[in-house]
């Protein structure tokens, strides 16, 4: 990663997306989750064109949210998107299910809501920002 976007991360976020590990986040509330997925997601869709990303999220709201922390890492790399997909086949009209956005290295990251039903009484911590998944 170059300055410039390291700049955006605390030390500790910033070896956590620069190691290139596969690895599970247990962190406390406000400490940069999103934002490191986000960051290493659109940093492998630039040295790894054509990797496909996918993250999911408990809510449509999340998902939108860490999909907008990927564009801020976006802007940050000066990326260029190419494309923007919603599928709005959500259970209620208007839902979005998902939502894509498509480097022009040919990378795609999709931001999906989780398919397991939660209750906001049973959800634990660790449904509230599903780890990022790299698809081969």
């Not at 949210?65 to 801020?72: H, N, P, R, S």
């Not at 999709?110 to 209750?119: G, K, Y």
Request: hydrophobic share 40%; proline share 4%; glycine share 8%.
């Amino acid at each position: 990663m170059d300055s410039a976007t390291t700049d955006l991360l605390i030390q500790i976020q910033g070896l956590n997306v620069a190691s290139g590990r596969q690895l599970a986040i247990r962190a406390t509330r406000q400490w940069g989750k999103s934002t490191c997925t986000a960051g290493e997601t659109v940093h492998d869709s630039l040295i790894d064109p054509g990797t496909k990303w996918v993250t999911m999220s408990a809510g449509e709201r999340q998902s939108l949210e860490w999909l907008g922390k990927a564009k801020e890492w976006q802007a940050a790399y000066q990326m260029v998107i190419a494309d923007v997909i919603e599928d709005r086949g959500g259970i209620a009209e208007g839902l979005v299910r998902s939502s894509e956005i498509i480097f022009n290295t040919g990378s795609p990251i999709i931001a999906c809501i989780s398919l397991v039903p939660t209750s906001p009484t049973s959800a634990s911590p660790k449904w509230v920002d599903r780890p990022t998944s790299r698809l081969s």
